[in-house]
């Protein structure tokens, strides 16, 4: 198999993915399913653009098996958190606040995003390709440290996912914002994990000496990843339902703690009468 029929097969079945969880979605309800099937779609196309044999290319026997399970533990992990929030709660309140945008044309436009979401995993797939090929015969610190990232990516995630859970299964909190823990640092630390995760690749890939130039292709998958949720389908529909049903509680949190980048909370005059998340 060559590189371009494995890039074709794998944007096939990914389009096929996405276009299940459009029907799943409109069919439950609950658009939530969108995100879990992306997350298990994301991580089965990683694995097979790390462990498909391609002729002509050199590459060591131990790399493609370590980035294969790094994206395997990313994509199980998320794809089983999203699943069990989507199990236990109503629509996911992105999806809710873009149904309200799109009114009736809602199904159509979301099954033309989805398709533009299944582009946007097969680009990620493409950053955990150019790790996997890396054709350095030893392990090195690059790939060391890249694991150790994903690591630190993935307990920071489940950290801030366990301590909004708590905080919204506290009664006495209903109706406030969540600035406990890592949500004192940045409004969305659970995305800011998320990117973190995909500079593993690029520790692993990137070859300054310049035997390996397909490495930097790595760099797409956190800035592209970073577009992603800062501009568009994380960070911007999220907040906008969230002003929308908290209103100043949520400006004033908007005011003291940043959006994506973690940092201490700025003092600001609402200071004294900050209320708490979700």
């Not at 790790?131 to 950290?159: F, H, K, S, T």
């Not at 995909?198 to 390996?212: E, K, S, T």
């Amino acid at each position: 198999m060559t590189f371009a029929t494995l890039f074709v097969c794998v944007g096939i079945c990914l389009s096929l993915a996405m276009s299940a969880a459009w029907a799943i979605a409109i069919r439950s309800g609950k658009s939530g399913w969108v995100d879990a099937i992306w997350s298990f779609a994301v991580g089965a196309a990683g694995i097979a653009m790390a462990l498909v044999p391609l002729p002509g290319w050199q590459q060591s026997a131990t790399r493609p098996v370590i980035v294969a399970l790094l994206a395997a533990i990313w994509s199980i992990r998320l794809g089983l958190h999203i699943s069990a929030r989507t199990l236990s709660g109503g629509d996911d309140p992105r999806y809710a606040q873009l149904r309200g945008e799109w009114g009736e044309d809602f199904p159509r436009r979301l099954f033309l995003f989805l398709q533009v979401q299944a582009g946007a995993a097969l680009l990620l797939a493409l950053s955990i390709f150019a790790a996997a090929r890396n054709p350095a015969p030893q392990l090195q610190i690059g790939d060391w440290l890249g694991i150790a990232i994903l690591v630190i990516a993935i307990l920071g995630e489940g950290l801030a996912d366990r301590q909004l859970a708590r905080f919204r299964a506290d009664p006495a909190n209903r109706g406030k914002i969540c600035d406990v823990g890592l949500w004192g640092l940045s409004r969305h630390p659970n995305y800011f994990f998320e990117w973190f995760g995909w500079l593993a690749y690029v520790a692993i890939a990137l070859d300054f000496a310049g035997a390996y130039p397909w490495g930097w292709l790595a760099a797409s998958g956190p800035l592209f990843m970073y577009w992603l949720l800062v501009h568009v389908s994380g960070i911007p529909p999220l907040e906008a339902h969230m002003l929308k049903s908290r209103g100043e509680k949520f400006r004033a949190y908007q005011a003291r703690v940043n959006a994506f980048w973690p940092g201490p909370p700025r003092h600001t005059p609402t200071q004294a009468s900050k209320g708490r998340a979700s």
